[in-house]
């Protein structure tokens, strides 16, 4: 099914690892985003790409690393994970064109012990 | 700072009966606005949005209202059934941004049968 796909759903790791939160869509949406949800805070913006090999920061990039070799994919990376890094993380994708919707995958929940 | 606010975390109605969730903003400069719908351990999917240039914009059972003036928009659900019951979120876009949503904090409505 065409769709927008975030693996792993859940994942438990240590602090000071790597961790990769892989992102695929099979819309060729030109724009994918990352986003944290915590509480009190909703939804907020890490990282975008508005086309493959074009990214830029969103409002809380720290800590993050991001890569957009092929428009599908949009990976996301801790590069030292932290426990303030403790969060569920979603993807989402659009045309990009004004005033079109983002939509999202179902969320990473990340747990940083 | 957060520029959209969504001061009611819960609200619960009865089914058949009108739901109305606000949402509010302090950035003049944001042009878009997006309601988004989340169940649990799923992303939040699209629901209906509103161009600054109206301030009404309509989809079956669901309604957005936009007070420019007032910064504030609203939506109302009629009549509410129980699988409305989820976590909404008010979204809001700037024309000059890249699709950057910036969220509230969400509102949790549950739909009485």
Redesign the interface.
């Known amino acids: 099914d065409a769709g927008?796909t975030q693996s792993p759903r859940y994942k438990i790791t240590e602090t000071g690892r790597q961790v990769t939160l892989m992102c695929h869509q099979t819309w060729s949406h030109s724009?994918m985003?990352w986003?944290r949800q915590d509480l009190?805070?909703?939804?907020?913006?890490i990282y975008?790409s508005?086309a493959a090999d074009i990214t830029?920061k969103?409002?809380v990039p720290d800590g993050y690393v991001v890569s957009r070799s092929k428009t599908e994919n949009f990976p996301l990376t801790l590069e030292s994970a932290t426990r303030s890094q403790t969060s569920v993380y979603?993807c989402?994708s659009?045309e990009?064109q004004?005033?079109?919707?983002?939509?999202?995958?179902?969320?990473t929940r990340l747990s940083i012990l | 700072d957060q520029q959209v606010k969504q001061n009611s975390p819960s609200l619960s109605v009865q089914e058949g009966r009108i739901s109305i969730l606000n949402c509010d903003y302090t950035n003049s400069m944001f042009d878009y606005f997006l309601w988004y719908k989340k169940y649990p351990a799923e992303g939040p999917t699209f629901l209906i949005s509103i161009s600054s240039i109206k301030d009404k914009n309509e989809d079956g059972r669901f309604t957005v209202f936009l007070n420019k003036s007032a910064k504030h928009l609203s939506l109302h659900i009629v009549p509410s059934q129980p699988g409305d019951s989820a976590v909404y979120f008010c979204a809001a876009d700037k024309l000059s941004g890249a699709n950057n949503l910036f969220f509230g904090t969400g509102t949790r409505l549950t739909v009485i049968p």
């Open positions: 927008i724009y985003f986003y009190g805070h909703g939804l907020r913006l975008y508005a830029d969103g409002e979603f989402a659009s990009g004004l005033n079109q919707p983002q939509h999202f995958g179902d969320g």
